[in-house]
């Protein structure tokens, strides 16, 4: 990610050649990762994976890790928010998931109205991605191109409300 603070504009430079041969996921470092990171991290995780399954380029493959993704962050986002060391290994698990996923199809209108915010307010990336997803998932449950994708839309969403309200003991999703 780029930011260009003369243009006041962030940008992406993808090429073959700054694509890591070999990467380590090490959950112990974000052991101690503030609270408030581990969340909006994490809700920019799950933007990933809810993005990358409703782009225009998403395909069944992309569907798997994206679809992989959701399930893992919405069970362990909390969990990882409050400190369980079984928490934060999930959600280094999920965030994995969901990169794999996005870096074939791409992201979408939450992440393109996420990047002004941070360029003109410096709001946090996650940050910005968990004020706008509800309402963009909203607006995108409203067209027909989206429908087909209602129902884990409607989980994550109904995940996203409850990290938001704080309220424990129930799993994310109805067993
Ligand atoms: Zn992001």
């Given amino acids: 990610m780029i930011t260009d603070e003369e243009k006041r504009r962030k940008f992406v430079c993808v090429d073959p050649h700054d694509i890591p041969i070999v990467s380590f996921i090490d959950a112990n470092m974000m052991a101690s990762m503030p609270a408030s990171l581990k969340a909006a991290t994490g809700l920019d995780a799950l933007t990933h994976a809810i ?45 994995y998931v969901a990169g794999m996923g996005l870096s074939n199809v791409g992201v979408g209108l939450v992440h393109g109205m996420a990047h002004p915010l941070g360029v003109f307010y410096d709001t946090p990336h996650g940050v910005a991605n968990a004020i706008l997803l509800p309402h963009i998932m909203a607006f995108m449950l409203t067209t027909p191109a989206i429908n087909s994708a209602r129902l884990p839309l409607q989980c994550a969403s109904r995940v996203h409300k409850r990290c938001r309200s704080r309220k424990r003991g129930k799993p994310p999703f109805p067993p």
């Fill in 51 to 95: 993005e990358g399954f409703t782009t225009k380029g998403a395909w069944e493959l992309a569907d798997m890790l994206h679809l992989k993704a959701i399930e893992i962050i919405s069970r362990s986002l909390r969990d990882s928010v409050a400190g369980h060391a079984v928490g934060v290994e999930a959600m280094a698990l999920g965030q």
